[in-house]
């Protein structure tokens, strides 16, 4: 299989968002009143800027990750978990929690260089018992492998830039899963490169070669934004369990993952189960004179 660097997979799966952002943030503020649209499109400019400077940091993490500052309890809870990870090398200073808990929400996200969002199911587990210490630790702790292998530049800037994108994504994917059982629905998308190339051929005969342009490349994108993602995923993936499996980690998440019955692969399970046979890593004690 061809290995892509990294910063071009990025680029393949950010430039999209970013364009498309772009022009719904200009169509948003044309439909608006002259005054009010420009004082709009200047405000967004500005709060990009300050993201990028580094201001706004934890106002614009609680609305872009839809999370809150933990409460006194919930840090109470997770406080044996966070010094497990720094006797273990890894600081984390700020902990958010989700606001809502989802199927498709994260047990945990590292954001920025010492913060991790994790989901309300998480500290509830951890404080019932159902979730050890040891294993909390080791769900953050690839959050944070997670976010160290993929490096992201300015990222509550992007992320922030590319809410338009993640909007209408989401709403696509609600129309998608209302109608997914329609049964040509499944086939249309299957077939949508055929379709593009009749779309391509027709506009071309008609003498509108631009507007076929236009389509080829937006259904080339469906191929190749959602397969650029999946390859980022499975190398950060595979770059957190190093991580984890250096803290010496590697069985109590393989652990964790088996007895919440996470899709995991076979050669994944074997990668983190390793860790049994490897010395972990000594952990950092307060002595006190």
Do not use: K, N
């Not at 040891?134 to 993929?150: K, N």
């Not at 909007?167 to 329609?182: E, H, K, P, Q, S």
């Not at 509108?208 to 190749?224: D, E, F, H, K, Q």
């Amino acid at each position: 299989m061809m290995r892509f660097p990294m910063t071009v997979l990025r680029v393949v799966t950010l430039a999209p968002a970013l364009l498309v952002s772009f022009v719904l943030t200009v169509v948003v503020c044309a439909l608006l009143p002259p005054a009010l649209g420009l004082v709009a499109f200047m405000a967004a400019g500005g709060v990009l800027v300050a993201l990028a400077m580094g201001r706004l940091q934890q106002p614009a993490m609680a609305v872009l990750t839809s999370s809150r500052p933990a409460t006194e309890a919930e840090f109470g809870v997770m406080a044996p978990v966070l010094a497990e990870l720094g006797g273990r090398g890894v600081d984390i200073a700020t902990l958010f929690v989700r606001r809502a808990q989802r199927p498709s929400t994260p047990v945990a996200v590292a954001i920025g260089r010492r913060t991790v969002v994790v989901s309300p199911g998480l500290v509830d587990a951890t404080y019932r018992g159902g979730v050890t210490g040891a294993e909390a630790a080791a769900a953050l702790a690839h959050a944070v492998g997670r976010h160290r292998a993929a490096r992201p530049r300015l990222e509550l800037a992007v992320l922030a830039a590319t809410t338009p994108w993640r909007l209408i994504m989401a709403t696509f994917r609600g129309i998608g899963r209302a109608f997914a059982w329609l049964p040509f629905m499944r086939l249309a998308w299957t077939l949508r490169g055929v379709v593009g190339v009749i779309c391509v051929v027709q506009s071309m005969v008609e003498g509108r070669a631009w507007a076929g342009l236009l389509g080829s490349v937006v259904i080339a994108l469906t191929y190749l934004v959602p397969a650029a993602g999946r390859r980022i995923d499975l190398r950060t993936e595979a770059a957190a369990d190093q991580f984890v499996l250096g803290l010496g980690l590697g069985p109590l998440l393989a652990g964790l993952l088996r007895r919440y019955s996470h899709p995991v692969t076979l050669e994944r399970m074997q990668r983190l189960e390793t860790a049994a046979e490897q010395p972990q890593r000594p952990r950092l004690h307060l002595v006190h004179g």
